[in-house]
């Protein structure tokens, strides 16, 4: 099974939707970004 971990306002939701479109089992482990993030790397 595979560990998408998914950082929210990431490009990770396209990997959850390419694995729910091929039935691909999968789990989520979900993180927020803390409040001092701007957008920026």
């Known amino acids: 099974m595979i560990v ?4 929210n306002e ?4 396209r990997i959850l939707w390419l694995l729910d479109a091929v039935w691909a089992p999968y789990k989520v482990a979900l993180y ?10």
């Open 4 to 7: 998408v971990r998914h950082l």
């Open 10 to 13: 990431s490009g990770s939701q």
């Open 32 to 41: 927020q970004r803390d409040a001092n993030w701007d957008g920026y790397c």
